[in-house]
């Protein structure tokens, strides 16, 4: 392989590895696929193969540098643990020949640092190496214990780069898994292993001073026992800390804390990381002495969270996030509580004090889970002699009581307009939920909300939690399915940073996906529950719900583009909102009705054919005085529009002082136009003509509607009137003469409509009943478009001589 064709190969090794844990027969492909390419042994004597894979390797590692190294860790461990029982284990072989032959490379990409043309491209050469040396070290550190004192020197590189500061980072992390496996090191290796570590603690920020410190307790706590030498370090920066306290106490304005504000900064963080990995409390730390050093410590960094600095609490929390994870029983304190609850709750709280805190969370969580694996595998090793289990149930059982304490807020988290706290608050639920530390129903309806998230990588998160719930629980995704609706309606509107823009129930790409499809297509297997999903969210639609209009929007846009695949789907909620309107309708009527009649008792006695305009009611109307219905609709087929206009003005004429009843009237109806809508968008997307609508009926066999859809294309849900109302915000706006003309005409198309809801039987010359005419003609008004476009049958089911052929809503007959 030539020089020239590496970038290629890198680039292909990336794309293939990242499969590594997709389903079983890619995994299977690409373990084999790099078992031949990197985990083969290489003939000794053959040192150009060698290299070749060794800079393929590196290359790879390093063009992963930002999206992580999870898949090295799981190809390595996938290939180790598959020849575990083998007597020949290559993939064993030759890891050791890799590791052997990056030593060799990271000492020649050293000599030839010297010469400034390449120093960049070696310098690089040179962290991928030692970061690949790391990867090894996680999974087999026994690899490169006798490579150890070769590593230590590189501790004291001088930095200047960042690459510098990501070989002394790598070292440490290799020095920290490997030195507690050397069988008698000697001292003087151990004692400038302390001495480098202490000075690049001292000396450099926070991301050394993390791995150093972590380093430092695997060789004191495992190793040397130099409980003195670390001891000395810890007072020094304790004692800093005691000291800018009380300065602050006895002067809040004094400049010397701000002159002082690194060292503060630095011995926050320092005290913290220190206690993370030295329990000071033991006695051979602070020897005879009462004094509770967990309790003290605590106390000197809660004082320091209440500074009116936001780098002094963020540091100050920082440090106390180490410490919990030493002691956790200390997030049982009140004032602990107290700060993280506020600190999540409170909506003007500053997003990185937020951050911190779910940080720390997430942290604990991830050394718990450490631990937890550790303790289970020394348990397996000395199964007979001890039970280690139960030591791991006792640490499970403190991390699911501290998250009970926090998860509601956790949870709350959720609903923030920064995308960075939601990522944070998902990875704490993620981890917790992994953990079995809490009843995952609670999740439930959170989880669908962050289902419906901007960014892809949060929604699959999200969807994947869901996903491994409903495999454990079967049925607690439908339980929580209507409140994990309404939760994502809130997470959008939290979201939405254009409040005066009405929120949207599907994804403004060329998909248009429902925000909620991966829900409904998790419930949509299972009849029963699917029904009853979409029943619920219609009910929403009734005027006794009182749902506000925007969240009836949210709906709609769902139910409109949710991934039907059957004919059933559609129709049945085609069915239903049949049902809602005839009730909904009737109900909106009486009510404006009611404001008008109490209104003109007072006022005046009107005319008889005002009374016919306004007072009349559908269903008393048809049953008492059939000849009224044939005399209206005459009228809406002539097509007049003084007769249209002398209807408004009369109704005009009724209409109270106060335009409360109007604007009840404009917002309750926006439901009904919305399920019109819905219903005509649904009609359209699938071809489905007013007889298939009119004949199916939900008691039928499954069989009968399992047909699949056969979608059109090009049809979209654009509910103009609801989206004019939320942008005019016209519930809260003055109403002009000219609003209220336009409301009184949705009203008389209403009653006209309900009037006309069960269509006739078909004129004997065959045309289409007037009927029919008029009800098409007050719902292409409602709609606010021209006649409702109505696709021709798709299906022989759907051909009829006598159908309708108009649009709108279709009668309920069995209703």
Same mark, same amino acid.
């Given at each position: 392989?030539?020089?020239?064709?590496?970038?290629?190969?890198?680039?292909?090794?990336?794309?293939?590895?990242?499969?590594?844990?997709?389903?079983?027969?890619?995994?299977?492909?690409?373990?084999?696929?790099?078992q031949k390419?990197?985990?083969?042994?290489?003939?000794?004597?053959?040192?150009?193969?060698?290299?070749?894979?060794?800079?393929?390797?590196?290359?790879?590692?390093?063009?992963?540098?930002?999206?992580?190294?999870?898949?090295?860790?799981?190809? @390595?461990?996938?290939?180790?643990?598959?020849?575990?029982?083998?007597?020949?284990?290559?993939?064993?072989k030759a890891c050791t020949q890799l590791v052997d032959n990056l030593v060799e490379h990271i000492l020649k990409y050293e000599e030839s640092l010297s010469d400034a043309d390449n120093k960049g491209v070696n310098s690089g050469r040179l962290v991928a190496c030692i970061t690949t040396l790391f990867l090894f070290s996680k999974i087999r550190p026994q690899l490169m214990v006798k490579h150890a004192m070769t590593m230590q020197p590189y501790l004291t590189t001088k930095c200047s780069t960042q690459n510098d500061f990501m070989v002394i980072c790598n070292v440490a992390k290799i020095l920290e898994l490997v030195v507690p496996l050397m069988e008698h090191p000697?001292?003087?290796?151990?004692?400038?292993?302390?001495?480098?570590l202490m000075k690049l603690i001292i000396k450099y920020g926070m991301t050394v001073v993390q791995h150093c410190v972590s380093c430092l307790g695997a060789v004191v706590n495992k190793v040397t026992q130099n409980y003195k030498f670390v001891w000395a370090c810890f007072n020094r920066y304790y004692g800093a800390l005691s000291k800018l306290k009380s300065q602050h106490q006895e002067d809040p304005n004094s400049t010397i804390l701000t002159a002082n504000k690194p060292a503060l900064l630095r011995s926050l963080f320092t005290v913290g990381a220190l206690c993370r990995h030295f329990d000071f409390d033991q006695e051979d730390f602070k020897g005879n002495s009462k004094v509770n050093i967990k309790d003290k410590?605590?106390?000197?960094?809660?004082?320091?969270?209440?500074?009116?600095?936001?780098?002094?609490?963020?540091?100050?929390?920082?440090?106390l996030g180490f410490a919990f994870i030493q002691h956790p029983s200390l997030m049982f304190e009140q004032e602990v509580k107290t700060l993280y609850n506020s600190i999540l709750s409170d909506k003007n709280c500053s997003v990185n004090l937020k951050i911190q805190v779910l940080k720390n969370l997430q942290t604990y969580l991830q050394e718990e889970d450490t631990r937890m694996q550790q303790a289970d595998r020394d348990w397996k090793k000395v199964a007979k002699q001890e039970?280690?289990?139960?030591?791991?149930?006792?640490?499970?059982?403190?991390?699911? %009581?501290i998250m009970q304490l926090y998860l509601k807020q956790v @949870?709350?988290?959720?609903?923030?307009?920064?995308?960075?706290?939601?990522?944070?608050?998902?990875?704490?639920?993620?981890?917790?939920?992994?953990q079995g530390l809490i009843h995952p129903v609670q999740c439930v309806p959170y989880l669908i909300a962050m289902g419906t998230d901007p960014e892809p990588s949060m929604r699959n998160k999200a969807d994947q939690q869901l996903v491994e719930i409903d495999k454990k629980y079967a049925g607690f995704i439908h339980m929580k399915a209507v409140a994990g609706m309404k939760m994502s309606y809130q997470v959008q509107q939290a979201i939405n940073t254009c409040p005066k823009d009405p929120v949207r129930g599907f994804r403004h790409d060329e998909s248009s996906s429902a925000l909620c499809s991966h829900l409904y297509s998790m419930i949509r297997g299972n009849r029963q529950h699917r029904r009853a999903f979409l029943i619920s969210l219609l009910n929403l639609f009734d005027d006794t719900a009182k749902t506000e209009v925007n969240m009836l929007l949210y709906i709609a846009d769902n139910l409109a583009c949710f991934p039907y695949q059957t004919q059933e789907e559609p129709l049945f909620i085609m069915h239903h909102i049949d049902i809602t309107l005839s009730v909904s309708g009737s109900n909106l009527l009486q009510s404006f009705k009611e404001s008008m009649v109490k209104d003109k008792k007072k006022e005046r006695k009107p005319s008889s054919d005002e009374e016919t305009e306004s007072e009349s009611n559908s269903g008393s109307e048809s049953e008492e005085?059939?000849?009224?219905?044939?005399?209206?609709?005459?009228?809406?087929?002539?097509? %007049?529009?003084?007769?249209?206009?002398?209807?408004?003005?009369?109704?005009?004429?009724?209409?109270?002082?106060?335009?409360?009843? @109007?604007?009840?009237?404009?917002?309750?109806?926006?439901?009904?136009?919305?399920?019109?809508?819905?219903?005509?968008?649904l009609k359209n997307l699938c071809g489905f003509s007013d007889s298939k609508i009119q004949k199916y009926s939900p008691s039928e066999s499954a069989k009968v509607y399992d047909k699949a859809i056969n979608r059109k294309t090009g049809v979209h849900f654009h509910p103009k009137q609801t989206l004019d109302f939320l942008r005019s915000d016209m519930a809260n706006s003055k109403i002009t003469e000219e609003v209220k003309r336009s409301i009184?005409?949705?009203? @008389?198309?209403?009653?006209?409509?309900?009037?006309?809801l069960d269509p006739d039987e078909e004129e004997e010359d065959g045309e289409v009943s007037a009927s029919t005419n008029a009800r098409n003609k007050a719902i292409t008004s409602l709609l606010g478009g021209g006649s409702p476009k109505n696709n021709a049958a798709e299906t022989e089911d759907d051909e009829s001589d006598g159908e309708d052929r108009g649009g709108g809503t279709s009668g309920v007959r069995r209703r």
């Open positions: 392989i030539e020089q020239p064709t590496f970038p290629k190969i890198t680039e292909m090794c990336v794309k293939m590895i990242r499969r590594v844990n997709d389903e079983e027969g890619i995994k299977k492909l690409v373990n084999e696929t790099f390419l990197w985990f083969t042994p290489t003939p000794h004597n053959d040192k150009e193969a060698m290299t070749r894979k060794i800079l393929n390797i590196t290359d790879v590692v390093a063009a992963c540098r930002d999206t992580g190294y999870d898949w090295f860790e799981q190809l @390595l461990q996938n290939l180790l643990k598959s020849e575990e029982d083998a007597s020949y284990k290559p993939v064993k000697s001292e003087t290796f151990l004692a400038t292993i302390e001495e480098d410590v605590l106390e000197l960094l809660m004082y320091f969270t209440k500074h009116s600095d936001e780098e002094v609490q963020t540091k100050a929390i920082i440090g039970d280690l289990k139960e030591m791991g149930d006792i640490s499970s059982g403190m991390s699911s %009581s @949870l709350e988290a959720f609903f923030h307009t920064q995308s960075s706290v939601r990522h944070f608050a998902l990875n704490v639920i993620a981890l917790t939920l992994n005085e059939p000849s009224k219905p044939r005399r209206l609709r005459k009228r809406v087929d002539s097509d %007049s529009d003084s007769d249209e206009e002398n209807d408004i003005n009369a109704v005009m004429k009724c209409l109270p002082e106060n335009s409360a009843p @109007l604007i009840e009237f404009a917002n309750v109806s926006q439901g009904i136009l919305l399920l019109l809508m819905l219903k005509q968008h009184v005409k949705q009203y @008389l198309d209403f009653k006209l409509l309900m009037e006309h």
